[in-house]
């Protein structure tokens, strides 16, 4: 058990640049989540993946953002078109299944200029 | 609609002393509530949980009870440590089905020798 890894650790970009980043779940997690904090704030909730599919994201999930999960293993998070608004620690976490507790990577820091 | 309201910091205190912070929410049904805690550079961690009304969540000398008159989740330790020194995050679930966690700001404590 390795815990969450999210990579890269920092990611700076200029302002309408294109941005991915990966999570890595703990083996055998069927649950994966995305989260967003900012500075002085708590985590918000973004979307969450049950294997493969996507089944719940926030209305803060605009179209400029997508997940995937194509295998149930890993996710990527995409922002298009970054705004500087965008920039915040994103957050990924992973359960082994609905009820269980959630361990979380300690995320990739973004900065748009 | 659901949410999590936690007294604001920072709580600095020396060690040794009593720690209360207190954590209010706001739900629809019966939520689930937790603790998490971020210590310097690294992941969240859950610290506790309570799934129901009067259930008591405790670990490493944390306790906090579920009180569904008063709707809190206050955090409680008799005698702190420097190394409690983190940042604490009160958190729900809005029903049993385990969806997203909705966090509160968080609160940091320091806590000195």
């Known amino acids: 058990d390795t815990g969450v890894s999210q990579d890269p650790r920092h990611k700076i970009t200029k302002r309408g640049q294109n941005v991915t980043f990966r999570c890595d779940p703990i083996?055998?997690?069927?649950?994966l989540y995305w989260y967003r904090q900012t500075l002085g704030q708590g985590p918000e909730f973004l979307t969450y993946?049950?294997?493969?599919?996507?089944?719940?994201k926030s209305r803060l999930l605009s179209d400029r953002f997508s997940a995937e999960r194509p295998k149930g293993s890993f996710s990527t998070l995409e922002i298009q078109r970054t705004e500087q608004g965008d920039s915040a620690m994103y957050l990924c976490?992973?359960?082994?299944?609905?009820?269980?507790?959630?361990?979380f990577g300690s995320g990739t820091q973004l900065s748009v200029l | 609609g659901n949410s999590v309201t936690q007294m604001e910091g920072p709580v600095t205190l020396s060690e040794e002393a009593f720690l209360t912070i207190n954590c209010t929410y706001t739900?629809?049904?019966?939520?689930?509530l937790f603790w998490y805690v971020q210590y310097p550079g690294e992941g969240l961690q859950l610290l506790l949980k309570?799934?129901?009304?009067?259930d008591k969540g405790s670990n490493k000398g944390f306790e906090a009870t579920y009180r569904k008159e008063t709707t809190s989740f206050h955090l409680e330790k008799g005698s702190v440590q420097v190394s409690d020194s983190a940042v604490y995050f009160c958190?729900?679930?809005?029903?049993?089905?385990?969806?997203?966690?909705?966090f509160g700001k968080g609160t940091t404590l320091s806590v000195s020798s």
């Open positions: 976490a992973s359960s082994l299944s609905a009820n269980e507790k959630l361990f």
């Open positions: 083996s055998e997690h069927n649950r």
């Open positions: 993946f049950q294997n493969e599919a996507q089944l719940e």
């Open positions: 739900a629809t049904g019966y939520p689930s």
């Open positions: 309570a799934t129901k009304a009067d």
């Open positions: 958190a729900l679930t809005p029903n049993q089905a385990g969806t997203a966690l909705i």
